[in-house]
């Protein structure tokens, strides 16, 4: 069965912090690995990596793929309290369908 | 408002009864994905469509669930004979197939939910 695992399960943290959000991962047929944020309604795309690689965004979130050891890692520098959300990794497969992970809730506090 | 709709928006009803959600897509998204959600929990996958066929469904998904998109547009979800352990957001989400934008199609874009009360 397919698996995705998040870690940590929360995490409060005061502005300008540095933040890690991990996501480790264990499906057949891996076509790709996305993020999303979750505030208080559904969740919006943040990022999507095919290949193990790193790509930015916005200048303070970056994302790095590992598709050898099965594993991505979301940053997010000098934090905001607006950072402060669910954060979700989600893998698709080929077959079309999506697992997601349980969810990182960040904290942010001014 | 061209994004995912979903109605209603919640959802109170009694054990036992039966449920009905409506999804409107994206209008020229051909993948619609059905959720369930927890509090403290990512959305769990329940089953998805492309176009008008159903691929995949989940081993959550009992014989008291049963989704539909007939034409290959709207989606509904019911719930039969519901139970207290069905209480949850109900998400649905849509994306192309098409390689377009950053994800390359493979971003999905969600509704606002049906959040299932059941007494």
């Known amino acids: 069965e397919d698996k995705v695992v998040q870690s940590p399960l929360s995490l409060v943290v005061h502005e300008g912090d540095t933040v890690t959000l991990n996501c480790s991962y264990e499906v057949t047929n891996f076509r790709s690995l996305l993020w999303y944020k979750q505030e208080k309604k559904a969740p919006t795309f943040l990022f999507m990596l095919?290949?193990?690689?790193i790509e930015k965004k916005s200048g303070r979130l970056s994302n790095i793929l590992d598709k050898k050891e099965l594993f991505s890692i979301l940053n997010i520098t000098a934090t905001q309290t607006g950072d402060s959300a669910i954060y979700l990794c989600?893998?698709?497969?080929?077959?079309?369908?999506?697992?997601f992970g349980d969810g990182t809730t960040l904290t942010v506090k001014p | 408002d061209t994004g995912v709709s979903q109605n209603p928006r919640h959802k109170i009803t009694k054990r036992g009864q039966n449920v009905t959600f409506r999804c409107d897509p994206i209008s020229e998204h051909n993948r619609l994905y059905w959720y369930r959600q927890t509090l403290g929990q990512g959305p769990e996958f329940l089953t998805y469509?492309?176009?008008?066929?159903?691929?995949?469904k989940s081993r959550l998904l009992s014989d008291r669930f049963s989704a539909e998109r007939p034409k290959g547009s709207f989606s509904t979800l019911e719930i039969q004979r519901t139970e207290q352990g069905d209480s949850a957001m109900y998400l649905c989400?849509?994306?192309?197939?098409?390689?377009?934008?950053?994800?390359?199609?493979?971003?999905?874009?969600f509704g606002p939910g049906t959040r299932l009360t059941v007494l």
């Open positions: 989600a893998v698709n497969t080929n077959a079309g369908k999506s697992t």
């Open positions: 989400a849509s994306r192309t197939t098409e390689m377009k934008g950053t994800s390359g199609g493979n971003e999905q874009f």
């Open positions: 469509f492309q176009n008008e066929a159903q691929l995949e």
């Open positions: 095919t290949s193990s690689g």
